[in-house]
């Protein structure tokens, strides 16, 4: 299977920074890649998938790249929202079986 | 607007078997595949198979392989995962996620709120 590594674990960011998250693939999945945040007590929410793509209602600071195996979340400007843990997944057709990375948790420095 | 609404929470034995549903509204239900994910107390997420509602054809994660059972009734628009022989480790947040392209392996567009299973002697 496709081993998801994100880095790092945690993230110490005060209000209006900005935070860049990492995600490594262990081979290739394209830009078969989506990224959730998960506040606590929820179910995760989704992000950005094809690594570049907001999802529907999805505000502007949130933003993905990358593509192969290393890729990155950018939150522009945190808000106080923010602070939750941000999962990758990779969707590569094969080998047919979905991975997410370890999740980066967000918190006020 | 869709919604994947799942069973409530369940406190099983060891080696006992638990099923959780999930109900879907909102969409076509045979349109798009439905998900299990889990997420043990504390940890991250762990994909555990899907299912094509219309084909009720499954697909399951190598380590739940003889052990999950995944199906579905059309008539209600409601998924099922069944986990038999389970074990402390099994206690876990299960939760359902859709689809969003008709395809297998895909991204997740909507998710239930989560089932608690505990599995305690």
């Known amino acids: 299977e496709i081993v998801m590594t994100q880095s790092p674990a945690t993230l110490s960011v005060s209000p209006g920074e900005r935070a860049t998250l990492s995600c490594r693939a262990s081979q290739s999945v394209s830009s078969n890649l989506a990224w959730y945040q998960q506040r606590p007590g929820q179910a995760p929410r989704l992000l950005i998938y094809g690594a570049n793509t907001r999802a529907t209602g999805i505000p502007a600071r949130f933003s993905g790249s990358g593509s192969g195996t290393e890729f990155t979340l950018t939150i522009s400007s945190l808000q106080s929202e923010d602070f939750a843990i941000y999962y990758c997944q990779q969707y590569n057709k094969w080998p047919p079986a979905l991975t997410f990375g370890g999740g980066t948790k967000v918190e006020i420095q | 607007q869709v919604h994947l609404v799942q069973s409530g929470a369940d406190v099983k034995k060891p080696g006992a078997s638990v099923k959780v549903s999930c109900n879907a509204s909102?969409?076509?239900?045979?349109?798009?595949?439905i998900h299990w994910v889990r997420q043990a107390p504390g940890q991250g997420l762990q994909w555990m198979g899907w299912i094509n509602p219309n084909s009720g054809g499954t697909n399951y994660a190598q380590q739940f392989q003889g052990r999950v059972t995944m199906t579905r009734d059309t008539s209600i628009s409601t998924a099922y995962m069944e986990l038999s022989r389970l074990r402390s480790d099994d206690t876990a947040v299960y939760y359902c996620a859709k689809a969003p392209r008709g395809a297998a392996t895909d991204y997740f567009d909507y998710w239930g709120q989560g089932t608690l299973v505990t599995v305690s002697s």
């Open positions: 909102g969409y076509t239900f045979t349109g798009y595949y």
